[in-house]
């Protein structure tokens, strides 16, 4: 079975600072991808940051990067220089070839403050 | 523009009604799927179609049906055999399963 835990329910950064979001997650496949996923209050859920397991590079896309452990199956989003509009839920997900879809964590409520 | 749309936005339903919701994609995906969403649980996997006239029950698939008879289209119905229908539902497409998946506004279904 897969599982993805996200263990903060609840996160709050000042504008222009950094934060970090945590997943962890199992799976007895060797290869598999990994998302973070940005829903904002409007609810519309959008990509933020997709890494493969066989890379070993960590994804980044602008102020975003993740910092990836395969061997301790940590799945960390660093949003860098904070902004207002980074408020939202992030979801973590994972997709394996043994499964047939998206398996999402529970979630991380992040609150950007002035 | 390419995308995803499901109507309605809101939907209200009362007991023992069934009800439909629309998913709709022009982005030639392959896979389509409905999640469900209730506060503190994250997504939950309702059902998913990796194919036409093909379908299969994820997590949480009692007291849902669907069908896939084109592409474009997976309409998710809640019947009344659903216990605790009240919930935000969203649809997602994606080319395949490891691929980014595109969702749709959602629609919030509530049982009055």
């Known amino acids: 079975a897969q599982t993805v835990t996200q263990s903060q329910p609840e996160m709050s950064v000042q504008e222009a600072e950094t934060v970090t979001l945590s997943c962890t997650y199992d799976t007895s496949e060797n290869n598999y991808y990994l998302f973070w996923y940005k829903q904002p209050p409007s609810r519309q859920m959008i990509l933020v940051i997709r890494?493969?397991?066989?890379?070993?590079q960590n994804a980044t896309e602008n102020r975003f990067s993740v910092n990836f452990q395969k061997a301790a199956k940590s799945f960390s989003l660093k949003i860098s220089d904070s902004q207002l509009g980074d408020t939202a839920m992030y979801f973590c997900?994972?997709?394996?070839?043994?499964?047939?879809?998206?398996?999402f964590g529970k979630g991380t409520s992040l609150l950007v403050t002035p | 523009d390419g995308g995803i749309t499901q109507s309605p936005k809101y939907l209200f339903r009362k007991e023992g009604q069934n009800v439909t919701l629309s998913c709709e994609q022009n982005?030639?995906?392959?896979?389509m799927y409905w999640y469900r969403q209730d506060p503190g649980q994250g997504l939950r996997l309702i059902y998913y179609s990796q194919i036409v006239n093909d379908f299969q029950k994820g997590d949480i698939a009692e007291g849902y049906s669907v069908s896939r008879e084109k592409k474009e289209s997976f309409p998710l119905t809640v019947t009344s055999a659903q216990k605790n229908p009240t919930a935000f539902y969203l649809c997602?497409?994606?080319?395949?399963?490891?691929?980014?998946?595109?969702f749709g506004p959602g629609t919030r279904l509530t049982v009055l």
């Open positions: 997602a497409s994606s080319i395949g399963g490891r691929d980014e998946q595109f």
């Open positions: 997900a994972l997709y394996s070839n043994s499964g047939y879809a998206l398996n």
């Open positions: 982005l030639n995906h392959d896979a």
């Open positions: 890494q493969e397991a066989y890379k070993q």
